[in-house]
């Protein structure tokens, strides 16, 4: 059957519809505006080329004056003075508006400082009696600057710098999805580096200065290591364990630290490096004790997790062999890891497939000699200290924390009468401070009894003489003095009736 609407007729060839355009623009150029196509034509190939060729020439010259004229310095985001520079740039530069192009962002609160920030936009009109809306408070992030994918200049002690930010993409293994990693790069206008230096000596110590107060925790991060988090660093009077453990703990890793201790280690022919192992029931501070220890030292916390679905053995060589001198690694529960030697046949088998990772299949299991060879191989960094935390040290290979690998094993238990003083009174040594809300100080101190220091130190040992010793961790103690942080006469008074249920709910755990 033949339709009654005929479709409109499409050019079979699509050289027709070129020709048909061609003859247009010749009958335009020809009998419109009076020119010779042929002369038009030539015009616009000599005008291309001499566009293409102004490229090059431009290209060349601007390479040609960057060699003789500029001195530049390329930084990747794996090093430390990625960080030193983007925190200067971004609090001396960005936020005074000196660069014009930037990008915007309302950064996650990481540290305290940022809390502090978004508190204090609020902080006049909150009333302190009040409920507290944590949308309210925690919705108003501060407004920063940060450079984005484009050139600045910038004009600093009478030298003209120009810095470049952007991403380059970086293969991620087990994953399709590339990770893209920083770099920038410095220039300024002059043959000498001089003037990079000092812009970057003064980056370092702007930064060492806004975060001495700080510990940085990082974590493995596919290639590389990556920041998490930024935390005030702990004071170690906060972690409760024996004196003599905590004082010969200190002792050891002071004299590791000395600047002479690595020149005697290699005049004996010994790898400086340290490694310690803390053991115990869950909640006794193991985690607290290392992030304590960074803090003391001033040094940074590196996380490592065997667990990681995308750790594999050459994955964790090429992290340990990347981290910095003078650093803490932690390897937590390193039990639950499940190490085995090579020889076992569970670890020829994959893990399973489907975990919730979007299709992404873990990494073979770890066994034991990749990990020896991370701690202590050829390519393992020197200068750090090792920190493994377990709940189980039975179970662990005896390779694995022989001398050498393990210097000193520091051990957890539950807490003592002793011990539980100590947290008591460590909880409420800042009180008088924490509950200034418009009351004179003298009357606080009075109404709770604390007077001189007399009445926590009776407080105390009231508050351990209601617990058993060696029952409870510190940790489930802690959450229970969290509940009457404002008022230890209330905690001493509720401390027996919370022991009898605590210890009712570990009694029925156990018999399950």
């Known amino acids: ?113 940022d809390e502090e920030e978004a508190f204090a936009s609020i902080e006049k009109g909150f009333e302190k009696d009040e409920l507290i809306s944590y949308r309210t408070m925690m919705g108003r992030n501060p407004i920063r600057f940060a450079p984005h994918e484009e050139s600045h200049v910038f004009y600093h002690k009478r030298n003209i710098f120009r810095f470049q930010h952007g991403y380059k993409a970086m293969p991620m293994l087990r994953s399709p999805i590339p990770q893209l990693k920083g770099e920038l ?84 022919g010994i790898p400086y490096r340290r490694g310690y192992l803390f053991s115990g029931p869950p909640g006794c501070g193991k985690t607290s004790l290392t992030a304590a220890l960074a803090g003391v030292f001033g040094i940074d916390i590196y996380v490592l997790s065997l ?69 202590d191989g050829v390519s393992s960094a020197e200068g750090r200290i090792l920190v493994m935390t377990t709940n189980r040290p039975e179970d662990l290979d005896k390779a694995l924390i022989r001398p050498g690998r393990v210097d000193m094993h520091v051990v957890f238990g539950l807490p003592g009468r002793e011990e539980m003083v100590e947290m008591f009174e460590s909880m409420y040594r800042d009180l008088v401070e924490s509950l200034e809300m418009g009351k004179e100080a ?24 209601g617990i058993p010793a060696g029952k409870i961790s510190l940790a489930a103690i802690q959450g229970f003095i969290l509940r009457y942080k404002h008022d230890p006469r209330l905690a001493v008074e509720e401390v027996e009736g919370w022991v009898e249920e605590t210890l009712r709910e570990l009694e029925s755990l156990d018999a399950k």
């Open 442 to 465: 003298t009357a606080v101190m009075a109404h709770l009894n604390l007077k001189d220091g007399k009445g926590k130190d009776k407080n105390g040992k009231q508050f351990a003489d």
């Open 1 to 113: 059957m033949t339709s009654s609407l005929n479709a409109p007729h499409l050019a079979q060839n699509p050289f027709q519809s070129l020709r048909s355009g061609y003859n247009l623009t010749v009958y335009m150029l020809k009998d419109i505006l009076g020119l010779d196509p042929a002369i038009v034509i030539n015009i616009s190939i000599f005008l291309a080329a001499i566009s293409t060729v102004g490229r090059y020439v431009t290209a060349y010259l601007y390479h040609y004056l960057k060699m003789i004229c500029l001195s530049s310095v390329r930084i990747d985001e794996d090093d430390a003075l990625y960080r030193y520079f983007m925190k200067w740039i971004n609090d001396n530069h960005l936020s005074k508006k000196s660069l014009r192009s930037v990008k915007a962002n309302s950064v996650k609160k990481q540290t305290i400082d």
């Open 185 to 268: 790069t410095i220039e300024c206008l002059g043959r000498s580096l001089a003037p990079v230096k000092t812009l970057l000596e003064e980056a370092q110590t702007y930064y060492l200065e806004k975060t001495i107060a700080t510990t940085q925790v990082f974590r493995g991060n596919g290639h590389h290591w990556g920041i998490i988090n930024s935390r005030p660093s702990r004071d170690i009077n906060t972690v409760i364990l024996e004196k003599t453990k905590k004082q010969m703990l200190l002792a050891d890793i002071n004299e590791y630290l000395h600047p002479c201790t690595r020149r005697w280690y290699a005049n004996h």
């Open 307 to 375: 667990l990681d679905p995308f750790m594999n053995e050459q994955v964790l060589i090429r992290l340990f062999s990347s981290v910095p001198s003078r650093c803490l690694v932690l390897l937590e529960d390193i039990d639950a890891a499940g190490l085995k030697r090579n020889d076992d046949p569970k670890l020829k088998k994959d893990a399973v497939a489907d975990d919730g990772m979007g299709g992404v299949k873990p990494a073979r299991g770890i066994s034991l000699s990749g990990v020896l060879n991370a701690i």
